[in-house]
């Protein structure tokens, strides 16, 4: 039999129709597939207009959450975390011990770190240094129902460490400082390459952290490798500023509930070093001038 490769950017209906219905058939004949069954969560107004959801499915003991959105005007009210609440909840009623799902570096990482997922794999290569994230989160049991007899009642688990990194990256592509606080740890030390003496404190931190942010906070920034272990990272960063490239290293040192213990810079050449410190100086005197 001959046969013909065809690239399309969108093929035609009838021949999507075809080669889904043949996936579908196969895993029909290999898995129960008809035990899949949609979860939603629908978030609505007393006038009845949706404001937010959550959308997945439940199969094999597992939930897959597919979509997560809430309306701009309601966002930071806490209406994600009821949604994911309900969503958690009625997994877990369907018996389900494990979610996972899928989040890019510029959406909500940072969001279901908090929430105890952790991260189980990393995808980067895409442009702009996005990077997009596999997270899953263990289930206890349901309200009103009982461990088994012979393990142990669950504890709500506590964030792994791999959540920071998670959690540093959404807050770096969203250039938003306000996160800095969940993710400091109240002893923090943090090392400047323009200033000699260990900032330690969350106070210093955050207000060193918040300034870098905005300083090398331009669409030219990057990471352009990490190297991670149980409790650290280093991470090796590129941007451009004023026409000068700037190369550096973010060293960072976590403790058991993946909140930053140490957070180090290293930066060179010489010249973007001085750059640096002229910026972070006046960036951090005109913030101390409105305090």
Same mark, same amino acid.
């Given at each position: 039999?001959?046969?013909?490769?065809?690239?399309?950017?969108?093929?035609?209906?009838?021949?999507?129709?075809?080669?889904?219905?043949?996936?579908?058939?196969?895993?029909?004949?290999?898995?129960?597939?008809?035990?899949?069954?949609?979860?939603?969560?629908?978030?609505?107004?007393?006038?009845?207009?949706?404001?937010?959801?959550?959308?997945?499915?439940?199969?094999?003991?597992?939930?897959?959450?597919?979509?997560?959105?809430? /309306?701009?005007?309601?966002?930071?009210?806490?209406?994600?975390?009821?949604?994911?609440?309900?969503?958690?909840?009625?997994?877990?009623?369907?018996?389900?011990?494990?979610?996972?799902?899928?989040?890019?570096?510029?959406?909500?990482?940072?969001? !279901?770190?908090?929430?105890? !997922?952790?991260?189980?794999?990393?995808?980067?290569?895409?442009?702009?240094?996005?990077?997009?994230?596999?997270?899953?989160?263990?289930?206890?049991?349901?309200?009103?129902?009982?461990?088994?007899?012979?393990?142990?009642?669950?504890?709500?688990?506590?964030?792994?460490?791999?959540?920071?990194?998670?959690?540093?990256?959404?807050?770096?592509?969203?250039?938003?400082?306000?996160?800095?606080?969940?993710?400091?740890?109240?002893?923090?030390?943090?090392?400047?390459?323009?200033?000699?003496?260990?900032?330690?404190?969350?106070?210093?931190?955050?207000?060193?952290?918040?300034?870098?942010?905005?300083?090398?906070?331009?669409?030219?920034?990057?990471?352009?490798?990490?190297?991670?272990?149980?409790?650290?990272?280093?991470?090796?960063?590129?941007?451009?500023? /004023?026409?000068?490239?700037?190369?550096?290293?973010?060293?960072?040192?976590?403790?058991?509930?993946?909140?930053?213990?140490?957070?180090?810079?290293?930066?060179?050449?010489?010249?973007?070093?001085?750059?640096?410190?002229?910026?972070?100086?006046?960036?951090?005197?005109?913030?101390?001038?409105?305090?």
């Amino acid at each position: 039999m001959d046969t013909t490769l065809s690239v399309h950017e969108a093929a035609a209906a009838a021949d999507l129709a075809r080669i889904d219905d043949g996936l579908e058939a196969h895993n029909r004949r290999e898995a129960a597939l008809a035990d899949v069954r949609g979860l939603d969560v629908v978030a609505r107004t007393s006038a009845g207009v949706v404001i937010g959801g959550a959308i997945g499915r439940t199969w094999g003991g597992c939930c897959e959450l597919l979509q997560l959105w809430v /309306d701009a005007p309601v966002r930071g009210r806490g209406l994600g975390d009821r949604l994911m609440a309900a969503f958690e909840a009625e997994a877990a009623g369907r018996g389900c011990s494990l979610v996972y799902l899928s989040t890019f570096s510029f959406q909500a990482p940072g969001f !279901y770190a908090k929430r105890g !997922y952790a991260v189980v794999l990393e995808t980067a290569g895409f442009t702009g240094g996005v990077v997009k994230f596999m997270m899953q989160k263990t289930l206890g049991p349901a309200p009103g129902r009982r461990a088994p007899a012979e393990e142990a009642p669950m504890s709500p688990p506590a964030p792994p460490p791999i959540a920071t990194l998670a959690a540093w990256h959404a807050l770096v592509q969203a250039r938003d400082y306000r996160g800095l606080d969940a993710l400091l740890a109240d002893e923090v030390v943090f090392h400047s390459p323009v200033v000699h003496s260990p900032q330690a404190g969350k106070a210093l931190t955050r207000q060193y952290l918040a300034a870098a942010l905005q300083v090398f906070g331009n669409p030219s920034f990057r990471y352009l490798r990490e190297l991670a272990g149980p409790r650290d990272a280093v991470l090796e960063f590129q941007v451009e500023i /004023d026409g000068i490239t700037v190369n550096g290293v973010d060293m960072l040192r976590w403790d058991d509930g993946g909140r930053i213990t140490e957070f180090k810079v290293m930066v060179r050449p010489l010249k973007a070093i001085q750059l640096i410190q002229q910026r972070m100086a006046a960036l951090l005197q005109t913030r101390a001038q409105q305090q």
